[in-house]
């Protein structure tokens, strides 16, 4: 009798087919799989040091120190919002205020919620739909600034680099060569999602953004002038005509970058480390955020801003014990200025549904 032949009968398309539908079940969970990780390092990293080093770094911090360091935290995230306000400034009706707060809005959710950390980045793009601002632009805005921000990054990382090398020691320059090898790979990507936003190549997969723009419009937002696409937008928002607004987010943003270095050199100096000045603290501040967001599945960099200040801290001479003092401060505006920024979103979506 003759056998039948299975590969002919079973519908294998089935499990292609289902590749996707895997594939996409992975990324979503991909946050909440980095957010376990994360807090298991964190756990790890507070429970092989001494606890009262960290508590009494942590102490002489104090109030006033902590409240100067959530204060500069606002400061660089409202730098941020203008910057992708000059981004959209004369395409959009929209004010800069706007911008601000919806910015405070994607850095809460990036910090406080298990999502990846673009996850409030989409949603603030969908949010300023609200504001009459066309869902595509609204993506291309969120397109951009996401390239202007990681670029300026790019460039505070090597300056950082720059001053570690006068830093002596194996330590520090293995250091600087495993992170200009990491910029170098950072730069070719820029360097793709630039000419990927510039030469057309868009419009390849334009259906699918223009999915997000309606998505943003189904989801409550308002359709504004529409007409073109994300492709057309972007090119809108890259226009030789408006290099001036682009300079000018640039520079908003690397300002940005450089000020967070202030938040560790005000905790350094509450606690007493004297051997430790802004130089150091730009240091700390560009390659820890590096660390960061080479980690970016991992939710607020959970686990991983921990490690890399401990790591860091130990070039300059800072315990681990201090440095989990530091990093733990940095956490601080997090949670002050991330919880009302997250009451604000559920208010903006309670206020458009209802």
Known sequence: MLQRDESLTDPTP????GRPAFGRAVLRRLPLVGTILGLGL?????????LGA????????????????????????????LAWARILEGLSAAQAGAFITLR????????LLPVASVGGDLVGGRLLTFRGVAGTLAAASILVDMLMQVATQALFALGGVALLA??????????????????????????????FQRTGALRGIERRLADLGRRFVRDGGSPGSDSGGVQASL????????????AQSF???????????????????????????????????????????????????????????????ALFGIDAGT?????LAKRVPDVVLGLPALLVWQNLEARRSG
Do not use: M, Y
């Open 14 to 17: 089935r499990t292609d087919a």
């Open 42 to 50: 964190a756990l790890w990293l507070v429970a092989t040091n001494d």
């Open 54 to 81: 960290v508590a009494e770094a942590f102490g002489r911090i104090g109030l006033p120190g902590l409240v100067a360091i959530v204060l500069v935290r606002a400061a660089v995230i409202a730098l941020c919002g």
């Open 104 to 111: 405070f809005v994607r850095e809460g959710i990036n910090v």
């Open 166 to 195: 006068r830093v002596e020691g194996e330590a520090a320059a293995r250091l600087a060569g495993w992170t200009l090898q990491a910029l170098l790979v950072t730069g070719l990507v820029l360097a793709a999602f630039f000419a």
């Open 235 to 246: 090119d809108r928002v890259w226009d030789r005509s408006r290099r001036g607004h682009l």
């Open 251 to 313: 520079v908003l943003h690397l300002a940005a970058w450089v000020l967070g270095a202030v938040e560790i050199w005000i905790a350094l100096a509450c606690i007493g480390i004297e051997n430790v000045g802004f130089a150091e603290a730009l240091v700390i501040e560009a390659l820890s955020q590096a660390i960061k967001s080479a980690a970016f599945p991992v939710p607020s960099g959970l686990g991983v801003q921990e490690g890399g200040f401990v790591l860091l801290g």
């Open 323 to 327: 440095a989990l003092a530091l990093s």
